[in-house]
């Protein structure tokens, strides 16, 4: 539990941190499936496990150059979850929704509201 503008929310444990070291993992939330990945900053992510452009899972995908990748036609993710062309270039009108998260006791968490609304 946590407070957010002075009311409690629920946070949910997604996964150890060690588990994504290795590279994306899906996770289920409520109803929702998520993929948790490490981003260049070295610190954790949550996205919808969905990708924009086919509905590939991403979870499926791997992280390169600090970037997520889907597996089914290589469109990369930044750490905003905005999708980046092969020039380098974000593109802020497509993007993957991101859910915020933060590490506690070795594992990630995110707020069950933000998860499900
Ligand atoms: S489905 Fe993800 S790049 Fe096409």
Redesign the pocket.
């Known amino acids: 539990m946590t407070e957010n503008c002075g009311r409690t929310v629920e946070d949910v444990r997604l996964c150890a941190v060690a588990d994504v070291q290795d590279g994306p993992r899906r996770v289920v939330a409520g109803d929702r499936g998520l993929v948790v990945w490490i981003a260049a900053d070295g610190a954790p992510r949550v996205f919808a496990d969905r ?1 924009p ?4 899972r991403l979870s499926a995908g791997h992280v390169e150059a600090g970037r997520l990748v ?1 597996p ?4 990369a993710f930044d750490a905003a979850g905005r999708h980046v062309g092969p020039d380098g270039v974000a593109n802020p009108d497509c993007r993957v929704p991101r859910f915020a998260c933060r590490v506690r006791d070795g594992a990630v968490w995110v707020e069950m509201d933000a998860v499900m609304s």
């Open positions: 990708c452009h086919r509905d590939a889907c089914f036609h290589l469109w």
